[in-house]
């Protein structure tokens, strides 16, 4: 076909592909800076009719040459940092297996936190081990009946997956 290709690295990949085939891998040549763009391409080495080696390319893993934007860098592990905060949060310390899912499914639909092996809900109701209906406590009236009717379903689900397994 007539095409020139910068030829970046080869790689025996035979255990990947059909006996006997030997690919070459292929870059195409584009300069390096921000927002560039490398095509990469395999090629077997029988579709080569001829190369002429032009030298040493430039090294792409080169740091004074690697255009590393800091600031999305730090973005990137602040944002991490704090879903990885927001998830230990959701996980009771010195809690039961129920408990934890009474949390799962209260937190499905409704704001919760912790308060150590407490269950706060919407920051006025609270439900204390060993997370029944009758352990809910504060809020207004309204608030204590939603997250009654959300315990009592968990607790049947609970009780379903126990008794089947």
């Known amino acids: 076909m007539g095409t020139n290709l910068q030829l970046a690295a080869y790689y025996p990949l035979k255990p990947l592909l059909k006996k006997n085939s030997k690919p070459k891998k292929i870059q195409e ?18 579709y080569v009719k001829e190369f002429t080696f032009l030298g040493p390319g430039e090294d792409p893993l080169d740091p004074n040459k690697c255009f590393l934007d800091l600031n999305t860098v730090q ?5 991490a940092i704090r879903q990885a905060k927001a998830e230990a949060e959701r996980i009771g310390v010195g809690v039961t297996a129920d408990g934890q899912s009474v949390f799962d499914a209260l937190s499905k639909t409704l ?10 809900v919407m920051n006025e109701v609270r439900v204390s081990a060993p997370y029944l209906p009758e ?8 608030a204590n009946e939603r997250v009654r009717k959300v315990l009592e379903l968990e607790r049947k689900r609970l009780q379903a997956r126990n008794a089947g397994q």
Do not use: F, H, Q
């Open 135 to 142: 352990s809910v406590t504060g809020g207004t009236p309204s």
């Open 29 to 46: 040549g584009v300069k390096s800076g921000p927002g560039s763009k490398r095509n990469i391409r395999l090629l077997k080495a029988n």
């Open 75 to 79: 973005a990137r592990e602040d944002s």
């Open 111 to 120: 704001p919760v936190c912790w308060d150590k092996t407490t269950i706060v």
